[in-house]
């Protein structure tokens, strides 16, 4: 049935979360705790269910490769 066969890819997905932050804008501290807290989260939501093969990925990319707002971060770092 429609519902055995979600539960089925449910228990063999695995996960990956994605954060994209401003290069050289947070320690390696901070990054680590990210990763821990969102680890926690996802295992305090799915418990026994989240497969073991679980990644949280933060990818760093320089400022002047992306934007908010039609502006680069590089641009928004720099007085008006």
């Excluded at 954060?19 to 901070?30: G, K, L, M, P, V």
């Excluded at 926690?40 to 908010?68: C, D, H, M």
Aim: proline content about 4%; aromatic content about 8%; charged content about 30%.
């Amino acid at each position: 049935s429609s519902k055995m066969l979600k539960a089925r890819a449910f228990d063999a997905a695995k996960y990956r979360d994605n954060a994209t932050i401003t290069a050289d804008t947070n320690s390696a501290d901070e990054k680590a705790r990210f990763i821990e807290q969102t680890m926690r989260l996802l295992k305090s939501v799915f418990g026994s269910k989240l497969n073991p093969a679980t990644y949280v990925v933060i990818a760093e990319v320089p400022a002047q490769s992306w934007g908010y707002d039609g502006r680069t971060q590089e641009s928004r770092r720099q007085p008006a």
